[in-house]
């Protein structure tokens, strides 16, 4: 069991190292090349950034939460375009359904429903963010996350700096990641089914837990248990919508102010399972 568990443990990090190298890169071209011009430009558009964020997170794979988590822990992109991709990314549940040979009407209307809550989600955050600080603007926080991971990243060349940044989060995945898949490994993937199949308002419940999990296993048991008629269409998309693989984990890294990123975590957890709860409630079936 323990070499499967070490085999898809390198392979889901493999999957996410040039998400992670690119994020990197593009992130040590705005600090070098652009500066303070970039965030002027960000200002003026970043009202929109949970709409691209929203359409990019539909995208299989854990890749682009943790492109977001890095790009927010460096203040690049607002904390409603984070919370839009996060919300609206599905990890693995595209390649079941398709391998499953799932409607693709009903592939639609699902990540259709995702992506308006992330949408909506993010939107509504960053208006309120607004409304609140008016004229304040953040700073930019390369430096500091620079800083964080001793990387020493104006000592050379963008890709050098971008590869040290890379490898020191790829490697903290992966051990993470070693630890998470051993657990359920031990615990097994019947006693999560057990957690997260219930009622209309249990279901939802235990399922965003489950979501939480970072780790790609966490969106598998989800799909599959709504595969086999265990999860109603709301459990499955509230754990789904409160799972952003290793996005939240790698935010936990990445992003010093821990009440913040604890807080996140809980609106995730909230609107994930309010969003099933009303699902629910509604009897919509995809």
Not at 40 to 51: A, L, N, T, Y
Not at 152 to 173: P, R
């Amino acid at each position: 069991m323990i070499q499967d568990i070490i085999l898809d443990t390198l392979i889901d990090g493999i999957k996410l190292f040039p998400f992670l190298f690119i994020t990197y890169l593009a992130m040590e071209y705005v600090e070098h090349k652009t500066g303070n011009k970039t965030w002027e430009i960000m200002q003026k558009s970043g009202k929109w950034g949970p709409v691209i964020g929203g359409v990019l997170g539909i995208v299989p794979q854990c890749g682009f939460s943790t492109a977001a988590s890095n790009l927010y822990a460096g203040r690049i992109i607002t904390l409603g375009t984070l919370y839009a991709v996060f919300l609206s990314t599905s990890d693995e549940m595209l390649p079941i359904f398709i391998s499953s040979q799932v409607p693709l009407t009903a592939i639609a209307r699902i990540l259709t429903v995702k992506v308006i809550i992330g949408i909506g989600m993010g939107l509504l955050v960053d208006f309120i963010i607004r409304r609140k600080r008016g004229n304040c603007k953040e700073k930019l926080k390369i430096d500091h996350l620079c800083n964080h991971q001793h990387c020493h990243c104006q000592e050379g060349n963008i890709f050098k700096s971008a590869l040290s940044h890379t490898l020191q989060i790829f490697l903290f995945i992966i051990l993470f990641s070693f630890f998470i898949n051993l657990f359920i490994g031990v615990v097994g993937e019947d006693k999560l089914a057990a957690l997260v199949s219930g009622k209309m308002f249990l279901g939802p419940l235990a399922a965003g837990l489950v979501g939480l999990i970072p780790n790609c296993a966490s969106s598998v048991v989800l799909t599959q248990l709504y595969l086999e008629g265990v999860l109603g269409a709301g459990s499955m998309l509230a754990g789904l919508l409160a799972g952003s693989g290793v996005g939240l984990l790698v935010l936990y890294k990445v992003n010093d102010d821990l009440k913040e990123n604890i807080k996140i975590t809980l609106f995730l957890y909230t609107a994930g399972v309010v969003s099933g709860i009303l699902i629910e409630m509604s009897g919509l079936v995809f």
